[in-house]
């Protein structure tokens, strides 16, 4: 194998993690992969937002226009121009491809802020999303049994390998349990029961299959949940996101061990 | 654990598989995962599609409008019907919620063309996805090899746990590789790289270290690869489209075994 190049080097970031096991809990510095934002204007308009990892930009960028059928010869590509600190790329294309640019409805739900990798780059989301006070405290013990209560009960759907899951988890165990192709929409459908139910989401905990980037992370605070476990890892956007919004972020909830991401008060190591 | 409850039951249906390992092929049913298309109409007006699991759907359309901003009570959502069969569910809402529908955007490209599982919902990919014709074959050994490289490829990266990978491979190995923590942006850096290089996908294996799903399938479609050896699990709506589209779909490749989903003739069993 050979060394890491140095482009896909900015792939992750250090951060600062309390990992908690059976011997104790530890701060300690790990890695997480990066999420950033890029937003392309095409012939001079806002064409796309687009949710990535560094590196390799020139060939995402061509790639989407590619398959969006914006260009479909090399030299219908005229120029672009990055600037990578603000996350934002111009592009000329030499032709008329007028009709792909109507058909062409934006990816995400609205533009990129340009304003630094922890703002909000959905318009909603800003409006939406408030920093969540809530006293809700879990040890890692349940933290544990949440995570491997969601590895159980996905267990008939993990025979076809192809769905996340998630649950809303009180004191009583799990109060409604979702899955799904999308990892969005595991969410939605708690947040939907939820809210028919009237329920308050400031005393549950969010437990989930999946990673948790940025988009989840916001979906976590759009419903009020103050802390989420997952099973698998968070990105540094999203972590960054849950130390504004005052979410506890918990992720490589496994078996006996887990990490402790952010806003720690909520996590009783020594009860 | 509970019986699994019927609504889930729908979740994932019996297919087709020519399951290869050390012992030989042998053809056997399995099970995969259902994905399908769910058009949300709001006031009248077609306001998003969304690509999901069975199961739910209410939960999924009320989280969702809550989650947007479009709702905020629940008597806010007068009414909700459902057409399963079409895949489509009309909303109406109480209040006026200007707004939040005039600052949405579709989430997805372009509108369910609800005439069936299999069609295709994005109208500009029905302009651009034609069948595959490529007389490209592969023997289980090179695809088991791509599958592995990959995995050693991405074995860096795995220490964050959060992206995933791709690569372009040919007789000489791998022609291109990259990762993202978005599965549609892998395939686009190798479109991009592709289209840049005037490269031939015809004669190029894709391989994957995610799930195939629709939209992971018409993405190879576009691209023009003919053959799909990915890590995890395939959809059945994105194998009714390899079937249609001519692509070769191989899933769970891992080890030393895979299962073979789609146009077996490119693969040369004993060769």
Chains 1, 2 share one sequence.
Not at 30 to 44: F, H, I, M, S, W
Not at 83 to 109: I, P, Q
Not at 172 to 189: P, Y
Request: aromatic fraction near 8%.
């Amino acid at each position: 194998m050979e060394k890491m190049p140095d482009k896909f080097e900015k792939a992750s970031v250090p951060v600062q993690v309390i990992k908690i096991n059976p011997a104790g809990a530890s701060g300690v510095e790990d890695r997480v992969v990066v999420e950033k934002a890029l937003t392309v204007y095409l012939n001079g308009e806002e064409f796309v937002t687009m949710i990535c990892s560094p590196g390799q930009e020139r060939e995402l960028v061509t790639g989407f226009l590619c398959s969006e059928g914006v260009v479909s010869r090399p030299e219908e590509l005229a120029n672009m121009s990055f600037d990578h600190g603000e996350g934002l790329v111009w592009v000329e294309t030499a032709g008329k491809s007028g009709l792909s640019e109507k058909l062409f409805l934006k990816r995400y739900l609205t533009s990129c802020c340009g304003k630094g990798r922890s703002s909000f780059y959905f318009a909603n989301d800003a409006r939406m999303a408030r920093k969540i006070e809530s006293d809700l405290k879990l040890t890692p013990r349940q933290a544990l049994y949440f995570s491997s209560l969601l590895e159980e009960k996905s267990e008939l759907f993990h025979l076809t390998g192809g769905v996340h899951s998630g649950a809303l988890a009180s004191r009583q165990g799990f109060d409604c349990f979702a899955f799904d192709i999308g990892r969005h929409n595991v969410l939605d459908k708690l947040y939907g029961w939820a809210f028919a139910q009237g329920y308050d989401l400031s005393r549950e905990v969010l437990v989930f299959s999946g990673r948790i980037s940025s988009e989840i992370l916001i979906k976590t605070a759009k419903m009020g949940c103050p802390i989420i476990v997952a099973r698998s890892a968070p990105t540094d956007l999203a972590l960054d996101l849950a130390r504004e919004l005052g979410i506890t972020v918990i992720g490589f909830a496994r078996r006996d061990r887990l990490n402790l991401y952010t806003h720690p008060e909520r996590v009783l190591v020594n009860p």
